[in-house]
């Protein structure tokens, strides 16, 4: 048995929805990606939900609409996929890592407030793996100080704070539909706001900096004429074929979130005892949605639960989990590092000389973390087979 990371959730109403654009002959930003951006906003409370290319597009038109640019800076936690720094690169902003909780994964608030100066912009929260960064200092930070907020919540559909849906706390929520996301469209991204002027700032960017529609152009008298660019706009346009795909996943949002839980509570329930794990951990007004579940090696003599670990003693476990991950994947079973921690990527390693430990909880996360599959097919046969083998690896290795 082969039992992979994840699994897209596609049944017959995935195939059917994906032949409507076909039949219709609308493939790219028409009808269908207006009802998915309707669904969308719908399900996640938000005003407005606009549709881009990717979440890393999203993450871009929100820097650029929002004026960051060269000379200004972005605060943004080190442990997240390099997409999110990239895209502060992209506007010529310096992104500024963060170093994160090793309990959640999420940003570290005092880090935001020692790591603020007269160039800083933004602050850029993830909420990794579907739990929340902690939304309420966040914004009092950003007002205390006059920052905007832009979420990453790449991860984040389906993601509770406080009882409202991530997305909802800053200027703009970045949302991503890549496979590895909890609903998918193959590639795709969402923007939510709350701002009129900036839902219309992105349906122009979105398509080259547009001022009408090529769908408010084919119903309105007139289209005939090109449309006034008035901006540098991008082609970050989402095809209908993508969003009829999104808009059959929708429907189903409910259940996929259900069954991840559920899925998600079983390992916690199979692994409780097990004391070289750190389980994942959701604060009392958080619902996590699990979009991976991603825990921490800790054998038991690892020392950081207690104190900071050298870096010797990160590199020795570090080591052990490669080889608990190899033996895995030999069993037929694949598991994944939780994300990297960027500043320790060559790039931005190199261009601002950052050390390994300019963020060592990122570090740690990054070199001791692992993520065990979950997805809504799965079996309780093919979890009790992961936990099986997890523990008889874990065993073999002396851990
Ligand atoms: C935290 C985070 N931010 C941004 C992205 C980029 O998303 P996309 O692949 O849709 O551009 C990802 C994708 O994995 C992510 O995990």
């Known amino acids: 048995m082969r039992i992979p990371i994840t699994k897209p959730y596609f049944g017959e109403e995935e195939r059917k929805a994906i032949l409507e654009p076909l039949e219709s002959g609308w493939v790219v930003q028409g009808p269908k990606v207006a009802e998915f951006e309707r669904c969308f906003a719908e399900f996640s409370g938000s005003k407005f939900a ?152 992105f349906k122009s960017l979105r398509d080259h900096g547009a001022l009408k529609s090529d769908l408010v152009r084919h119903v309105d008298l007139g289209g005939s004429l090109l449309p006034e660019f008035t901006r540098l706009g991008y082609n970050y346009r989402l095809t209908d074929l993508q969003a009829a795909l999104g808009v059959a996943q929708m429907k189903r949002a409910n259940h996929i979130l259900e069954a991840r839980r559920e899925r998600a509570e079983k390992y916690d329930d199979l692994l409780k005892h097990e004391k070289w794990l750190k389980l994942p951990e959701a604060p009392s007004d958080h619902i996590h949605s699990y979009q991976s579940y991603v825990c921490l090696l800790q054998p038991r003599n690892a020392s950081w639960r207690l104190r900071k670990p050298s870096l010797e003693e990160v590199a020795t476990i570090h080591q052990k989990r490669n080889q608990l991950m190899q033996r895995l994947e030999g069993k037929g079973i694949a598991v994944r590092q939780g994300t ?58 002396g851990l």
């Open 50 to 201: 606009i549709a881009t290319s990717s979440c890393t597009t999203a993450l871009h038109l929100s820097l650029s609409a929002l004026g960051i640019g060269p000379g200004d800076e972005v605060l943004l936690p080190s442990f997240t996929f390099v997409a999110t720094a990239n895209a502060v690169e992209y506007t010529g902003a310096q992104p500024v890592f963060c170093d994160i909780d090793l309990t959640t994964f999420n940003i570290d608030v005092a880090e935001i407030e020692r790591r603020i100066t007269q160039r800083t912009k933004a602050i850029l929260p993830v909420h990794l793996f579907g739990l929340s960064a902690p939304m309420a200092p966040i914004q009092e930070i950003a007002e205390q100080h006059g920052l905007r907020i832009i979420e990453d919540a790449a991860c984040g559909f389906g993601t509770f704070y406080r009882g409202k849906h991530v997305g909802n706390f800053g200027t703009t929520g970045c949302f991503s539909f890549h496979p590895r996301k909890a609903i998918t469209t193959g590639e795709g991204g969402m923007i939510t706001t709350s701002d009129p002027d900036l839902m219309a700032t």
């Open 340 to 397: 990297h921690a960027v500043h320790t990527l060559g790039y931005y390693r190199g261009k601002y000389h950052l050390s390994p430990d300019h963020c060592l909880m990122a570090l740690i996360a990054d070199r001791v973390s692992i993520t065990l599959p979950l997805y809504v097919q799965m079996t309780d046969e093919e979890q009790d087979l992961v936990v099986r083998e997890l523990r008889t690896c874990v065993e073999s290795l």
